[in-house]
Nanobody, 119 residues
Framework: QVQLVESGGGLVQPGGSLRLSCAASGIFFRSYAMGWYRQAPGKQRELVAA???????NYVDSVKGRFTISRDNAKNTVYLQMNGLKPEDTAVYYC?????????????WGQGTQVTVSS
């Protein structure tokens, strides 16, 4: 049974920091590309940051220079360090794990964690 369990969300003031964690089980973690998505009320889910199995990263323009994605394969965990938070970062943040082998795509999601940036 595959599980992705996010933690670390909460309420923070503008300019503050949070670190999200996503612990994976039931998959061969090091083979998976991992991503953080977010969905704000009334908006579509968007990719915030992603990291490949080999450690390459990419970010949506709005978070470049403020957010950092990383992974610890020994702990089967992916992180999202968020600095300089802005009210527009408020959303539910979801962890995603994706792997394609022999033409078959494996795609898993966590339950989400709420991040609220407000004074």
């Amino acid at each position: 049974q595959v599980q992705l369990v996010e933690s670390g969300g909460g309420l923070v003031q503008p300019g503050g920091s949070l670190r999200l964690s996503c612990a994976a089980s039931g998959i061969f973690f090091r083979s998976y590309a991992m991503g953080w998505y977010r969905q704000a009320p009334g908006k579509q889910r968007e990719l915030v940051a992603a990291i490949t199995s080999t450690g390459s990263t990419n970010y949506v323009d709005s978070v470049k220079g403020r957010f950092t994605i990383s992974r610890d394969n020994a702990k089967n965990t992916v992180y999202l360090q968020m600095n300089g938070l802005k009210p527009e970062d408020t959303a539910v943040y979801y962890c995603n794990a994706r792997h394609t082998v022999a033409g078959q795509e494996y795609d898993y999601w966590g339950q989400g964690t709420q991040v609220t940036v407000s004074s």
